[in-house]
């Protein structure tokens, strides 16, 4: 069961992960998500599995022509299993708030009526929202007049595990979290002993029936299998342990977040009784330090565009797309004192004035010569590729103003030059946005690029608010990332389409959990319940 899915990084991550050829031990029953946007993108790849899995060509042929465009439904006309397929996609993807009574009841209802039992485990997996921890959430929440962090439902919807865990006895859990969650504090001390302690012993947490025998669990380390159990003292636990660096394990993103692995204590002493090392995570790549899978490698291959021009709070007179950039790049060029950067920006802004790429869209050509990256992980490659014709989807660009287009190719010929990007004392003069903080050193980043050979920062869901934070690395294409580019930098396979206007793509993206690392947690979850005897060999 998927709490908290969005667009079902993780859910993807388990669902396809395979113990053997063509064996995929785990099946979502439910993914629970409150955004209508989020939930359509998830019955569609409900649906795209189960017409892959029947080998049917027609139904998938007409999913395929859906996400191109080519026609409005993905369900192909009297196509019985397509039908049916849809259905139980519809059945699955639960679109409601979690917190909530009536939801609750819901969930207990679906658990019953599937009958999870010894030869039929229920695995719990999710990512509470973020906002109440992310340190961009807190300074918001501080901004708020009468904001009382105690009073804020969303420190607490972690809860939502606990009753699912007390009264349904899951084998295991895994949650997601940022690495804010460590640091938040309620009424000045923090919360993350007490979330430890309340996910070992749940039913602790609203009080116990003294008649039942409720579970606890062991909260594992993904990196070190290092662990934590009821009756321990949460302070003494060095948090920093379960804290899982995404571009470790093959991923082209520095992406730190806290995921913990809750194994039933009944379950967790037998398997120290069975003398085993814990399974945790394997780098993939690189050193401890260093990831070797970086921003080129993942986007390299995707058809070039040029962004739109916006207007809007813009300076300049509104016109052609070489007539409002020629003159404003000349112009810029003459402020950029060092010699080698100014003759870089002169020879990028004449490429990008004289370009006529497009501006891409819902699904676009792939690029005919084009292949994956050299130094891209083959396993990596296999992943985005699949079983799939090629395709590049939610491929388009935003409209940007002409002046933050100069500050972009700015950025990315820096970068090219430099091997990093920019910060505000870097830029010309002339180059400054009108932004009150700009000098004050509190957002010497606000324009990032993504450097071609390092992994790219961190896809959030602000991707969706601006895109001067996510600039392409090529200068020629002087830009923000797509969609389609975000959800690579999150290891979303190429045929995974995203539902909803493109700022609820965005959002999607950002908030997810990358399938690639997904699955391999998904690996550790079942190498644990194998050696504890579920499951086919």
Not at 365 to 375: C, D, L, N, R, Y
Request: net charge positive; with cysteine; hydrophobic share 35%.
């Amino acid at each position: 069961m998927d709490l908290f899915a969005g667009p079902g990084g993780l859910g993807e991550g388990f669902t396809t992960f395979e113990s053997r050829p063509d064996y995929r031990p785990f099946r979502i029953i439910a993914s629970v998500e409150k955004d209508p946007a989020a939930c359509r993108t998830l019955r569609l790849r409900g649906f795209y599995h189960r017409v892959l899995q029947s080998g049917n060509r027609k139904a998938l042929d007409a999913y395929y022509a859906y996400v191109r465009g080519d026609q409005k439904t993905p369900v192909a006309p009297d196509n019985d299993m397509a039908r049916v397929a849809w259905r139980q996609a519809g059945e699955e993807t639960l679109e409601r708030t979690l917190g909530k009574s009536d939801t609750g009841l819901e969930l207990q209802t679906l658990i019953h009526r599937v009958q999870t039992n010894d030869d039929k485990p229920l695995v719990l997996i999710g990512g509470p929202p973020c906002q109440a921890y992310s340190s961009v959430g807190r300074s918001r929440n501080v901004g708020i007049d009468g904001y009382r962090p105690a009073l804020d439902n969303r420190h607490f919807l972690y809860r939502v595990y606990l009753d699912l865990l007390s009264n349904h006895r899951p084998v295991a859990f895994v949650m997601e979290n940022v690495k804010g969650i460590l640091s938040s504090q309620i009424a000045g001390r923090r919360l993350f002993p007490r979330i430890l302690q309340d996910l070992a012993s749940p039913a602790t947490a609203y009080g116990q029936d003294k008649r039942r025998r409720y579970p606890q669990y062991r909260i594992y380390s993904l990196v070190d299998g290092s662990s934590f159990r009821n009756g321990q003292d949460p302070t003494s636990i060095q948090t920093e342990r379960f804290i899982v660096q995404a571009e470790r394990y093959g991923i082209p993103q520095n992406r730190h977040r806290v995921i913990l692995l809750g194994l039933r204590e009944d379950l967790a002493e037998t398997f120290d009784r069975l003398g085993n090392a814990f399974p945790c995570l394997s780098p993939l790549t690189g050193t401890e330090q260093r990831s070797s899978v970086f921003s080129r490698h993942a986007l390299t291959d995707l058809p070039p565009l040029r962004s739109g021009l916006s207007w809007l709070r813009s300076a300049c007179k509104a016109g052609s797309w070489q007539d409002t950039l020629l003159p404003l790049f000349t112009h810029s060029a003459r402020t950029i004192e060092d010699t080698e950067l100014r003759i870089a920006f002169e020879e990028s802004a004449r490429q990008v004035a004289n370009s006529n790429l497009p501006r891409g869209g819902r699904s676009v050509t792939p690029s005919s010569e084009a292949g994956f990256a050299v130094g891209l992980p083959e396993n990596l490659a296999a992943w985005y590729r699949g079983q799939d014709p090629p395709l590049v989807l939610n491929h388009e660009t935003r409209k940007h103003m002409p002046e933050d287009l100069v500050r972009y190719l700015f950025c990315a010929v820096y970068a090219r030059q430099k091997g990093v990007s920019p910060k505000a004392t870097q830029f010309p003069a002339a180059l400054a946005p009108r932004h009150r903080n700009w000098e004050t050193g509190k957002f010497d980043d606000r324009f990032r690029v993504q450097v071609a050979d390092q992994p790219a920062t961190t896809v959030m869901s602000h991707i969706a608010k601006d895109g001067h934070y996510f600039i392409h690395h090529d200068p020629a294409q002087c830009r923000s990332l797509t969609v389609r580019e975000a959800a690579r930098l999150q290891t979303f396979p190429d045929s995974y389409f995203f539902e909803g206007n493109r700022t609820e793509q965005y959002t999607q993206v950002g908030n997810a959990v990358p399938p690639f690392l997904a699955r391999q947690i998904a690996d550790v979850v079942w190498k644990l319940l194998r050696q504890l005897g579920y499951g086919a060999p």
